[in-house]
């Protein structure tokens, strides 16, 4: 079978941003697939084989799984798909879970990982979540070691705390963290001001995942909304797509939202062109809702990015 590639045939419309402080350039909305699961039937699966496949045709070629989701069967839905075009025209993350305790174990769930995605090497591991019962030196052992037998391109962390990430940093012997994948959204803001600022100077990518909530946003309340429909407008785009774009116009960020439909696959990808004002990113610093803290938008004033567009 010939490998699909489809830059010859599609128009490529995703912008692409630096890595961290490598020369990899990855799209800054990517493909989320949390939501692939255990025990559905086989029209489930092939709808997100479709949405996946159209996310590569529009550039979204960023594409974000892990071994937890539906305990091994996104990996496997994933490998399906981009086993059909070039290998060099993808980048594929994918996660370690914790629940793996010791130095053996953590090796074995990588390789099972490459397994199920039908892969040599992914472009980025990431350890999924800092564990109380596994040291976080001994997951840097195994990233290190991942990555100095070829079996991916990059490491990184994911739901790690600016000290955990500063800890995990200097148990690595030759390796270099280039990501931390955070939960971050319009409404959920604390890592934009408090994380952030760190990976900006340090060079690190900050990964937001969920930057539509659970719900794409269609349980906003009445502030977050009155300010996302004058902006929406202004833009001729949607609240949604407002709200992705709102993200990625901060430096160091790129973001995979997931869609199970095409129509929303689409209307995420269109937001990448949205170049929003200063006043409108930092007018949503000042929203009274519990995720954000007490933070002065002082903190996050030189975090917009103006340099990508």
């Given at each position: 079978?010939?490998k699909?590639?489809?830059?010859?045939?599609?128009?490529?419309?995703?912008?692409?941003?630096?890595?961290?402080?490598?020369?990899?350039?990855?799209?800054?909305i990517?493909?989320?697939?949390?939501?692939?699961?255990?025990?559905?039937?086989?029209?489930?699966?092939?709808?997100?084989?479709?949405s996946?496949?159209?996310?590569?045709?529009?550039?979204?070629?960023?594409?974000?799984?892990?071994?937890?989701y539906?305990?091994?069967?996104?990996?496997?839905?994933?490998?399906?798909?981009?086993?059909d075009?070039?290998?060099?025209?993808?980048?594929?993350?994918?996660?370690?879970?914790?629940?793996?305790?010791?130095?053996?174990?953590?090796?074995r769930?990588?390789?099972?990982?490459?397994?199920?995605?039908?892969?040599?090497?992914?472009?980025?591991?990431?350890?999924?979540?800092?564990?109380?019962?596994?040291?976080?030196?001994t997951?840097?052992?195994?990233?290190?070691?991942?990555?100095?037998?070829?079996?991916?391109?990059?490491?990184?962390?994911?739901?790690?705390?600016?000290e955990?990430?500063?800890?995990?940093?200097?148990?690595?012997?030759?390796?270099?963290?280039?990501?931390?994948?955070?939960?971050?959204?319009?409404?959920?803001?604390?890592?934009?001001?408090?994380?952030?600022?760190y990976?900006?100077?340090?060079?690190i990518?900050?990964?937001?995942?969920?930057p539509l909530?659970?719900?794409?946003?269609?349980?906003?309340?009445?502030?977050?909304?009155?300010?996302?429909?004058?902006?929406?407008?202004?833009?001729?785009?949607?609240?949604?797509?407002?709200?992705?774009?709102?993200?990625?116009?901060?430096?160091?960020?790129?973001?995979?939202?997931?869609?199970?439909?095409?129509?929303?696959?689409e209307?995420?990808?269109?937001?990448?062109?949205?170049?929003?004002?200063?006043?409108?990113?930092?007018?949503?610093y000042?929203?009274?809702?519990?995720?954000?803290?007490?933070?002065?938008?002082e903190?996050?004033?030189?975090?917009?990015?103006?340099?990508?567009?």
């Amino acid at each position: 079978m010939n490998k699909n590639k489809f830059s010859d045939k599609f128009p490529l419309i995703m912008r692409k941003v630096q890595l961290g402080k490598t020369k990899e350039k990855i799209s800054v909305i990517g493909q989320g697939t949390w939501g692939i699961k255990q025990r559905k039937d086989k029209a489930h699966y092939e709808q997100w084989k479709k949405s996946l496949r159209r996310g590569i045709e529009l550039g979204m070629t960023h594409i974000d799984t892990a071994e937890f989701y539906g305990h091994g069967i996104s990996e496997k839905v994933v490998g399906e798909v981009i086993k059909d075009y070039e290998r060099d025209e993808l980048f594929i993350t994918t996660k370690l879970f914790p629940m793996h305790l010791r130095y053996k174990s953590m090796k074995r769930a990588a390789y099972k990982s490459l397994k199920r995605l039908g892969l040599n090497n992914v472009d980025l591991y990431l350890i999924h979540w800092p564990s109380t019962l596994t040291s976080i030196r001994t997951q840097m052992k195994v990233m290190d070691d991942l990555l100095n037998e070829g079996m991916t391109r990059y490491i990184g962390v994911s739901n790690f705390s600016v000290e955990q990430f500063e800890k995990a940093q200097s148990y690595l012997k030759k390796g270099e963290l280039v990501n931390n994948q955070l939960h971050a959204n319009i409404k959920r803001q604390k890592h934009i001001h408090k994380s952030l600022p760190y990976y900006q100077k340090n060079g690190i990518t900050l990964t937001a995942y969920s930057p539509l909530g659970h719900r794409g946003f269609t349980n906003l309340n009445r502030d977050i909304r009155e300010k996302l429909n004058p902006i929406a407008k202004n833009h001729n785009s949607t609240i949604q797509q407002v709200a992705i774009a709102w993200l990625i116009n901060h430096e160091n960020i790129i973001t995979i939202p997931k869609a199970f439909h095409l129509e929303h696959l689409e209307s995420n990808a269109q937001a990448a062109d949205i170049k929003l004002s200063q006043n409108e990113i930092s007018i949503f610093y000042k929203l009274k809702i519990l995720e954000l803290d007490d933070t002065s938008s002082e903190a996050t004033k030189n975090t917009l990015n103006t340099s990508s567009f």
